[in-house]
């Protein structure tokens, strides 16, 4: 059950200021004194749950092409714009 504290820990210092001010103190690179925290708390994990859950939090990894051509900047994909634009032919009332 340690996973299941550690993330009630995370949740607790979220929700309680008091508890988030006591952990910001300690220090989010000290884990003993984390670990030590939340054991007053009656939470029990490890430094191997805390790095198993962090694993993953703030890498950084390349996007596929695929995950690259969903967020191309704001551009519909598949339609292009002509050199004159409709709004730049004059009249029309703003119709395309």
């Known amino acids: 059950m340690s996973l299941a504290d550690l993330k009630e820990y995370g949740k607790r210092c979220i929700e309680e200021p008091d508890l988030r001010k006591k952990a910001k103190e300690i220090g ?3 884990i003993a004194g984390q670990i030590a925290n ?5 939470l029990t994990f490890t430094e191997h749950d805390f790095m198993a859950l962090t694993k ?3 890498t950084t ?3 596929t092409e695929e995950q690259l051509q969903a967020v191309a900047g704001g551009f519909i994909l598949g339609r292009t714009l002509s050199k004159d634009p409709p709004w730049a ?7 395309w």
């Open 56 to 58: 993953g939090v703030g």
């Open 28 to 30: 989010l690179e000290n």
């Open 89 to 95: 032919r004059g009249g029309g009332g703003g119709q």
């Open 38 to 42: 939340a054991k007053t708390l009656g």
């Open 61 to 63: 990894q390349e996007l």
